[in-house]
């Protein structure tokens, strides 16, 4: 009966090979595993370009705002800085509960214009 040892060699070494080739496939430079790891990398920062541009946009908008209309130097100036309008009446209504911060500041004195 004829040794199957030359075969079972051949196909030992075919196997080897297999794996050999299939080592840079999947962890070597250009591999998959790589791949997917930039591919993950590159969607992340494409999901923060876009937060990046929607905050952007956002702040553009404000400075158009700013430099084309009033309503928004009003806005502010009412909400950041307390100012109000003269002849304008200003109600603040306070929780009773809650301890406030504010130092209370009587309004401004106007006096009458005299006539000539």
Known sequence: MPCKCPMRLIIL??????????????????????????????????????????????????????????????????YELGMIKENEIFVQVLDPNKKSSFVSIPPPKIEPKEKH
């Not at 992340?44 to 702040?59: G, I, M, T, V």
Request: charged share 30%; glycine share 8%.
């Open 13 to 78: 070494c075919l196997a080897a090979l297999l794996v050999l080739i299939q080592y840079p496939l999947w962890l070597g430079k250009g591999g998959w595993l790589r791949v997917w790891d930039l591919d993950q990398q590159v969607i992340s920062a494409q999901k923060k370009n876009d937060e990046l541009r929607a905050r952007n946009a956002k702040l553009n908008s404000e400075v158009q705002d700013l430099k084309d209309g009033t309503g928004a130097v009003e806005e502010r100036a009412r």
